[in-house]
């Protein structure tokens, strides 16, 4: 379940991104007030943690990964 999470805090994070990049509009700080408001900087940490845990994804069994597909 906390991969899971962390995927979509980083799908989130990638989507903020490339609306950044191409059209210079940051999502995240539009809905929480800013690129320094305070809800926008948790959003923004959460996005970074979850980026860190992902690592972790590269150094998993596939096979255990495989697994727990098949069991949802």
């Known amino acids: 379940m906390l991969d899971r999470i962390a995927l979509f805090l980083l ?20 809905l ?3 690129s320094t408001a305070v809800l926008s900087r948790i959003v923004y940490v959460l996005v970074a ?5 992902c690592i ?6 596939s096979e255990l990964i495989e ?3 098949h069991d949802l």
């Open 67 to 69: 697994s727990r597909q």
């Open 11 to 30: 799908v989130v994070g990638g989507v903020n991104w490339g609306l950044v990049g191409l059209f210079e509009f940051d999502l995240v700080a539009f």
């Open 56 to 61: 972790s994804l590269f150094f998993k069994d």
């Open 32 to 34: 929480f007030g800013g």
């Open 49 to 53: 943690v979850s980026a860190i845990w």
